[in-house]
């Protein structure tokens, strides 16, 4: 989705929860600044549909919860909220949450070409801060192209990255929120 700063006086966390709640187009905020959010193609819309179909029987009966794009993640430090593609957490505190998600364990985006730099960059370092956060998915609109960045050992990322044909085996890689086989079948349905 395109993002465009709105230039104005920075404001507090208060002030853009306050503001956002009454807000008809979705916003995100990092460090006292807004981001306008637009509308998303429908390759775009039809991967995250894809991706929730895939995965909410099996999150669900894991005690977990899964949710799609209008819904809010507060990074550390109460200064950023942004609306991944799709987000998914098993904190108790979050799973009774009905304004935004603390602690996620996976984010989804589905990558354009206005937002791909953003995703992979500087979105990618403030998620990195949330220390629930286990996998940070990137999926490409525009070709079957997927890349998952699995939490290591300390500051440490796993980078996988998987394109049309490929098995998507776990290679070794850490403990994941999907089994190998739901993150293949979860794949090949992606871009359907």
């Known amino acids: 989705m395109l993002k465009h700063k709105i230039l104005y006086q920075k404001i507090t966390p208060e002030e853009y929860l306050e503001g956002e709640a009454q807000q008809e187009f979705r916003h995100e905020y990092v460090g006292g ?13 039809d991967i995250t ?4 179909i895939a995965l909410r029987s099996h999150i669900r009966q894991r005690g977990c919860r899964i ?9 550390p430090k109460n200064n950023r ?11 108790t505190d979050d799973l009774k949450s009905r304004k ?12 354009s070409p206005s937002t791909e730099g953003y995703d992979h960059g ?8 949330i220390l629930s956060l286990q996998e940070y998915v990137l999926v490409d609109s525009g070709s079957i192209s997927v890349e998952i960045y699995q939490r290591g050992e300390g500051k440490m990322w796993l980078y996988s990255a998987y394109t049309e044909g490929e098995s998507g085996g776990s290679g070794g890689r850490p ?10 079948r979860v794949l090949a349905s992606l871009h359907e």
């Open 67 to 75: 949710n799609v794009p209008d819904v809010k993640v507060q990074a």
């Open 122 to 129: 500087d979105k990618f370092k403030y998620y990195r801060q």
């Open 175 to 184: 403990r994941s929120e999907l089994s190998c086989s739901e993150a293949k």
């Open 81 to 91: 909220y942004f609306y991944p593609d799709l987000v998914i957490t098993c904190n």
């Open 33 to 45: 600044e807004i981001l306008a959010m637009t509308g998303s193609s429908i390759p775009h819309n």
């Open 100 to 111: 935004f998600i603390q602690h996620p364990t996976v984010i989804v985006e589905v990558l």
């Open 49 to 52: 549909i894809n991706f929730l």
